[in-house]
Each structure stands twice: as structure tokens, then as C-alpha cells.
């Protein structure tokens, strides 16, 4: 059974740093693609950023260039990300999906991907 589970969430200050985790097991890492999405109150879920388990990084949203990088560990079947320069606007619950590379490419919420249960993030001002 595939499974996914963040960690890393927490209250944070605007300015500040979170590093967030999504492990992985039930497949093969370097078959998948890892997506992370968050989702604000009263707004829809959104993409943030996608990585490939064989090819690396593929987009990040425009809203956090600069601020978020996603790595992976092979090893571990885990993937991060690292969330720098927090600002209360990137308030929301974040999500890591796994599927084929395909949900780095499509417009929204990919439909048939493995969802994690999610992890708070709250930047206060």
C-alpha cells in the first residue's frame, strides 16, 4: 500500500524557517514523482512544488522562487522541503501527493494521486 506522511509543520514567525518532510513507502522512490500542495482557508488547493525521484526538481510555483527548495533522500524515500523567508500568507495546510511525473505537469489538483494527511503550517505577523 502506498503511504505518505508530513511532518515538520508548526507556528513560526514571519521571517522565519520550517523544513517539512513527506516519507514515503509502499513503492519505489525513483518510479514516482512527489508533489507538494498547500491549501489556505477559504481557498483552494494549490501546487507549490514537484520533484522527480529520478530527474530532480521540475517547477516551483512563482509564489515561493527563491524562498522554498525541495530535496530528496533516495535512502530514506523521503522528500522535504525546505521553507525559507516564511511569510503569513503561505498560512496553510501542506500536502505531499505521489504519482507519475504527469501531476508535475497538470493544472490542478491531479486527480488519482496519493495524498498524505498533511501538516499545519502557521506564519504569524
Known amino acids: 500500500e502506498v503511504q505518505l506522511m508530513e511532518s515538520g509543520g508548526g507556528l513560526v514567525q514571519a521571517g522565519g524557517s520550517l523544513r517539512l518532510s513527506c516519507a514515503a513507502s509502499?513503492?519505489?522512490?525513483?518510479?514516482?514523482?512527489i508533489a507538494w500542495f498547500r491549501q489556505a482557508p477559504g481557498k483552494e488547493r494549490e501546487g507549490v512544488t514537484c520533484?522527480?525521484?529520478?530527474?530532480?526538481?521540475?517547477y516551483y510555483d512563482d509564489s515561493v522562487k527563491g524562498r522554498f527548495t525541495i530535496t530528496s533522500d533516495k535512502d530514506k524515500n523521503t522528500v522535504y522541503l525546505q521553507m525559507n523567508n516564511l511569510k503569513p500568507e503561505d498560512t496553510a495546510v501542506y500536502y505531499c501527493?505521489?504519482?507519475?511525473?504527469?501531476?508535475?505537469?497538470?493544472?490542478?489538483?491531479?486527480?488519482?494521486?496519493?495524498w498524505g494527511q498533511g501538516t499545519q503550517v502557521t506564519v504569524s505577523s
Open positions: 501527493a505521489a504519482g507519475s511525473r504527469a501531476i508535475c505537469f497538470v493544472t490542478g489538483v491531479p486527480v488519482g494521486a496519493y
Open positions: 520533484i522527480s525521484g529520478s530527474a530532480g526538481p521540475i
Open positions: 509502499g513503492f519505489s522512490f525513483d518510479d514516482y514523482a
